[in-house]
């Protein structure tokens, strides 16, 4: 089965940086774009960044950007989310996900996910 | 960014009945528009992709409609397993979600 495990969420104060990591099995990693969404306590879905299957282009959205950095270590099969400068409004369970079309640059829909890891921001 | 609306933002419904959930987006997306369900703890699930198609091994009760700036995710008689929260999601300008409906057991 189809899996992706993220990991290194935890508790950090405002200012503080956290690397999310995500492993991938099962599937060929470095032909597909991935995926991070995030979902603040009680509210809806957030896509946060994405990057291409080789890794050349990355994507974010503005609440995140020039404050994250989404990199992918193909020969591992594993994705990474690097935050700094966290936020409490960054506090949130974070997703990471395959994408449904493999061999582009694109990130378009997400049809495997993680369990998520949590990431609390606060003092 | 294109902004993705949602209504209703609850439906109340029982099973066997017939759910209609609606996304309007702010610009036309053309049919880059997907339907994700989430239950409470869960991971979404990715449900309808380019506004109308199924991934492999979701029910034929969920179905899509729609192009341009209005869709519809139809579940043609409700399952208790159903209840739950839907987004919609555009990938025609990066990628936005909607703020999501609750389909809840009346």
């Known amino acids: 089965e189809v899996q992706l495990v993220e990991s290194g969420g935890g508790l950090v104060q405002p200012g503080g940086s956290l690397r999310l990591s995500c492993a991938a099995s099962r599937f060929s990693f470095k032909s597909y774009a991935m995926t991070w969404v995030r979902q603040a306590p009680g509210k809806g879905l957030e896509w946060v960044s994405g990057?291409?299957?080789?890794?050349?282009?990355?994507y974010y959205a503005d609440s995140v950007k020039g404050r994250f950095f989404i990199s992918r270590d193909n020969s591992e099969n594993t994705l990474y989310l690097q935050m700094s400068s966290l936020r409490a409004e960054d506090t949130a369970v974070y997703f990471c996900a395959k994408d449904l079309k493999g061999n582009t640059a694109l990130v378009t829909y997400m049809d495997v996910w993680g369990k998520g890891t949590t990431v609390t921001v606060s003092s | 960014e294109i902004v993705l609306t949602q209504s209703p933002a609850t439906l109340s419904l029982s099973p066997g009945e017939r759910a209609t959930l609606s996304c309007r987006a702010s610009?036309?997306?053309?049919?880059?528009l997907a339907w994700y369900q989430q239950k409470p703890g869960q991971a979404p699930r990715l449900l309808i992709y380019?506004?109308?198609n199924r991934p492999t091994g979701i029910p034929a009760r969920f179905s899509g409609s729609g192009s341009g700036t209005d869709f519809t995710l139809t579940i043609s008689s409700l399952e208790p397993e159903d209840f739950a929260v839907y987004y919609c999601?555009?990938?025609?300008?990066?990628?936005?979600f909607g703020g999501g409906t609750k389909v809840e057991i009346k």
């Open positions: 380019d506004a109308s």
């Open positions: 610009q036309s997306v053309s049919s880059y």
């Open positions: 990057i291409s299957a080789s890794g050349g282009t990355t």
């Open positions: 999601q555009q990938r025609m300008n990066w990628l936005t």
